[in-house]
């Protein structure tokens, strides 16, 4: 098999293409931190965020997320086609501000959260879940 | 429509004023992703629970929003405040704009 | 554990990734709602003698921490979701006798003890009954209603319920008497290797429980904990379903659900987990 130049040319932009496509997933989680902190900057400390280190199956993985005096939590799957989980509002009634779901995984990927303060501030936790590949499909 | 969608909460019965308590939700619900295909290879359409909120007496205590990355038959756990007796109401929002609701009645001794 | 590898599931145990573990605490009890305690370990059963297993144990001991946590609360346990529409179902009148479950067997907490002696000799029919063939021979015979598809929503919904309320109960199956020679047929299934990878049930259940199969560890393939809620399909699923997925997966044409081959093999396989206790609706990965 032969290729013209033509050919070996729009491959090359295909593999270039390809090679760009999967970044896709950050451009999302880039847009929705951005559009839940409006741009601001992201500190550390004064948020948990618990997940399994190792998922036996990314289709149900238990997670919680907890930012004591925290006015909103947002949750980013970051290798997710689909990155965006959840946000969670607290009211005044709330006993804490902690609250554990389950979520889908498409596969092992950083868990991002995001917490924002009273004073407009925001903090962020994550964690690596491996999600292991299953044995038998049943 | 989803079907057999049933809401599901645990609340404790009473609780002394001020105390905070855990409230665990359950609503069996497909949670269809938009991003599965049928066997025809036609994507099968988002159907998702979106949005819950837990209120007490008519306060606020949680308002979630779920994208469909929240698993089949969502789970949902969080603590509430229970200044005096009164009511929790949960509401549950589909996206095909039906909504299902429970409440639980909480004593404050 | 035994960590003998034959060469034939080393085929498929070989892609293990590396980062291996996600078994939790070998040594971890199963209590259900903090009072219902389950017994996941106990002494094999005798004639399993010259089996290599000499303590028998539920596939709950086999799954990671976060997987069990799953069933330690009939809050948290998704599969408890279809044992309230089983509940509607019990109670409803269906079929020309105008019966319902309720109509017979009252309650469906009467029915305590049912679920740990299935599959059973029926004298009556001169065959080995499953749950699944007992249930719809009430419904055939004594309502004249429509049967449940094998392994199918109503069915498992209310198998699951009947599970749930023997839980805690002892796995007592009878393989002597009249059941004796349906429980051969199954042991020699339990046995025989299929498909283009050559397996038996016993290579990987017998012989490698405990081991990798790609990031899963393998369990002893017990049946205690049926119908079975899978974190993988988010519904429940029956013993004759997961026998299908098992062979095909040793690349081989599979019985069919409600086969006399499975209807024997689960008999004999059942009988494996006789001194565990009825745990289903499991959850799984």
């Avoid at chain 3, 009890?29 to 144990?57: C, F, Q, Y």
């Avoid at chain 3, 299934?189 to 990031?215: F, K």
């Avoid at chain 3, 519904?235 to 024997?264: I, K, Q």
Wanted: hydrophobic share 40%; with cysteine; charged share 20%.
């Amino acid at each position: 098999m032969s290729f013209t130049r033509r050919e070996t040319l729009l491959m090359a932009m295909g593999t270039a293409f390809a090679a760009v496509v999967p970044f896709k997933a950050f451009a999302d989680v880039d847009g929705d931190i951005a559009a839940f902190t409006g741009g601001a900057e992201i500190g550390t400390g004064g948020i948990t965020l618990i997940a399994p280190e190792i998922a036996e199956n990314g289709n149900t993985v238990p997670i919680e997320v907890d930012a004591p005096g925290a006015v909103s939590i947002i949750v980013l799957a970051t290798g997710n086609p689909t990155p965006a989980v959840g946000t969670f509002n607290f009211g005044p009634l709330a006993g804490a501000q902690r609250a554990s779901t389950r979520i889908r995984l498409a596969g092992t990927q950083d868990v991002l959260a995001i917490a924002k303060m009273p004073d407009g501030s925001f903090v962020q936790a994550t964690q690596e879940v491996k999600v292991t590949i299953g044995g038998c499909g049943g | 429509m989803a079907d057999n969608v049933t809401p599901r909460v645990r609340v404790p019965r009473e609780a002394a004023a001020g105390e905070t308590i855990t409230i665990k939700t359950l609503i069996s619900h497909p949670m269809e992703s938009g991003q599965r295909k049928d066997g025809d290879g036609n994507v099968i359409p988002r159907s998702i629970i979106n949005r819950f909120t837990c209120e007490f007496n008519g306060e606020m205590v949680i308002d979630v929003a779920f994208e469909p990355a929240i698993s089949t038959n969502p789970f949902l756990e969080f603590e509430a405040v229970v200044p005096e007796s009164g009511t929790f109401v949960f509401t549950w929002y589909d996206d095909d704009s039906s909504v299902y609701t429970d409440s639980k009645d909480i004593a404050v001794n | 554990m035994k960590k003998t590898l034959l060469s034939a599931s080393a085929v498929c145990l070989a892609m293990a990734v590396p980062f291996g573990s996600v078994m939790a605490d070998e040594n971890a009890d199963l209590i259900i709602n903090g009072e219902l305690e389950i017994t996941v370990r106990a002494p094999a059963p005798a004639h399993m003698e010259g089996s290599g297993i000499s303590e028998i144990m539920s596939g709950w001991v086999f799954r990671a921490t976060e997987t069990q946590a799953f069933e330690m609360d009939d809050f948290e346990n998704p599969g408890m979701i279809f044992t309230e529409a089983a509940i509607d179902a019990w109670n409803t009148v269906e079929g020309e006798a105008g019966e319902s479950c309720a109509s017979c067997h009252g309650t469906p907490e009467d029915m305590a003890g049912v679920s740990a002696v299935y599959p059973r000799w029926n004298e009556g029919a001169g065959e080995v009954r499953t749950m699944t063939t007992q249930i719809n021979d009430c419904r055939t015979e004594q309502m004249g209603a429509e049967a449940w598809d094998y392994d199918k929503n109503d069915m498992l919904n209310m198998q699951a319920l009947l599970a749930s309320v023997s839980r805690g109960m002892p796995v007592d199956v009878a393989i002597d008497g009249p059941a004796a020679e349906t429980w051969e047929m199954g042991r020699e299934l339990y046995y025989t290797r299929t498909g283009q990878l050559d397996l038996s049930c016993a290579n990987c259940h017998e012989q490698n429980y405990g081991n990798l199969i790609r990031a899963d560890h393998l369990s002893q393939g017990m049946i205690n904990g049926f119908p079975t809620y899978r974190l993988n399909n988010a519904r429940l699923n029956g013993v004759h379903s997961r026998f299908r997925g098992c062979v095909r997966d040793t690349r081989a044409e599979t019985y069919s659900v409600g086969s006399p081959e499975f209807v024997a093999l689960e008999l004999y396989v059942a009988s494996r987990g006789n001194g565990l206790s009825v745990e289903g609706p499991s959850v799984r990965n």
